[in-house]
């Protein structure tokens, strides 16, 4: 008798069941609204750290642009002492002259001294031209360096991108 009492309450009260049903909504609700909390705590720590990474790789970017205008000055004025160093023996003919000096010695002490002294001029230009090398190299090493760091932000970026994408998915889906 009370069963059948329940089923004639349940079914002349319309208001009953379907206050049932929207209890089961609104738990769903709050259930999809807690994953979503949830999931944006996840998305704002990603984020976050990613802001991070790009705001170090930013720094590292900037060091190694700093690094590369300081190198490319050097090859510059290394290329340029080297030029002028070229032109000066174009115009003076310093090989003549170079010459001149070893067959101009009076004696054997001065031919030794003057085919040190051509040795050494020598040996200058030579060490110049590989030091030039060298700052090429560097200057070539930090460009290449550079770009790589800012390959490295740009996929940074694009992740930070990719974090709010799936920040504003989530929060349509939680609509």
Excluded: H
């Excluded at 999809?32 to 705590?41: H, K, S, T, Y």
């Amino acid at each position: 008798m009370a069963v059948i009492t329940a089923l004639v309450l349940v079914c002349s009260c319309p208001g009953f069941a379907t206050g049932t049903a929207w209890a089961d909504e609104v738990d769903d609700a709050q259930a999809v609204l807690a994953d979503a909390e949830a999931r944006m705590q996840e998305l704002s720590a990603e984020y976050e750290w990613l802001q991070g990474q790009v705001d170090e790789l930013q720094a590292q970017v900037d060091q190694a642009a700093a690094d590369a205008l300081e190198a490319q000055a050097e090859v510059l004025a290394g290329r340029a002492a080297l030029g002028a160093t070229a032109a000066s023996e174009y115009r003076g003919g310093s090989s003549v002259s170079l010459l001149s000096v070893v067959l101009e010695s009076s004696n054997l002490n001065d031919l030794l001294r003057n085919v040190e002294y051509v040795g050494q001029i020598m040996q200058y230009q030579a060490d110049e031209v590989q030091a030039q090398k060298e700052r090429k190299e560097r200057l070539d090493a930090i460009a290449a360096d550079l770009n790589d760091k800012k390959a490295a932000q740009e996929r940074a970026l694009a992740d930070l991108e990719q974090k709010k994408a799936e920040a504003s998915e989530v929060v349509a889906a939680a609509s």
